[in-house]
């Protein structure tokens, strides 16, 4: 399985050599330097998914501001905007981007291109399922399950999703966020799934606490976070420890 980690604005410079980063397009914005330090990751070959902010600020980031800060970044992967827990809202906004995408020529070889990560709503699993049906979603699109859709503490609730999914005809599957580590593991036998993100390490680091597949944190990650030396210290050894894990599964 694919790790892309998340970072703290303050510190980048810990996550230098890892290939694989989600990043929230609002701190982009409010950090240039954040933004400047992450156009070098991507010049250097390194993923990165840009995330449009719904569940870190409750709505995506405004569209027109959202387009310029995909032109000037230029990620592989781009969240398209989704409402949050509204299956009707996020069917339009994502259509709505696909027809962007279309309109602006980045499928036509040649041009910058990135791919769509899909990422269904609603307030009930029959709402989701219904999102995924509606969403113009393409065999090369992947589908974003987001961890906080369904306040599961367990890990298993998006895991039996994720094995629902996978049993229809929709793209590879991106696990959006991770609460309970021992998600991974249940995740293991489900070909679909490709890949997660989390700030777990840094999270962790921030009281004290070593990663370890029975670790659970459901807090929300604080981008603007200040750590000690010895916090700093903990979140390298996390950072190392979630990836072992997550790429050994």
């Not at 990422?119 to 399950?145: A, H, N, R, W």
Request: aromatic letters at 10%.
């Amino acid at each position: 399985m694919l790790y892309y980690c998340i970072v703290p604005v303050r510190y980048t410079s810990l996550v230098v050599d890892e290939p694989k980063h989600l990043v929230i397009a609002q701190y982009l914005r409010k950090y240039p330097e954040t933004m400047e330090f992450f156009k070098r990751q991507i010049a250097v070959g390194h993923e990165i998914i840009l995330d449009n902010g719904a569940y870190e600020f409750g709505s995506p980031m405004e569209r027109d501001e959202y387009y310029k800060v995909i032109e000037e970044l230029k990620p592989q992967i781009v969240v398209a905007p989704d409402s949050w827990k509204n299956a009707k809202e996020t069917i339009v906004l994502h259509d709505e981007f696909k027809r962007w995408k279309i309109e602006k020529g980045y499928d036509e070889k040649g041009n910058y291109n990135f791919v769509t990560m899909s990422v269904p709503q609603g307030k009930t699993l029959f709402e989701y399922v219904d999102c995924c049906q509606e969403m113009d979603i393409t065999p090369s699109d992947i589908l974003g399950v987001s961890v906080g859709s369904w306040h599961d503490k367990s890990g298993i609730v998006r895991a039996f999703i994720a094995e629902y999914l996978s049993q229809h005809e929709l793209p590879k599957l991106h696990m959006l966020g991770l609460w309970n580590a021992r998600e991974i593991l249940r995740c293991k036998e489900l070909p679909r799934v490709r890949s997660v993100d989390t700030s777990m390490p840094f999270k962790l680091a921030k009281h004290g606490q070593m990663f370890s597949p029975e670790v659970v944190n459901t807090e929300k990650m604080d981008f603007e976070m200040v750590l000690d030396d010895q916090q700093i210290e903990l979140a390298e050894i996390n950072l190392e420890r979630m990836r072992n894990f997550v790429e050994s599964v």
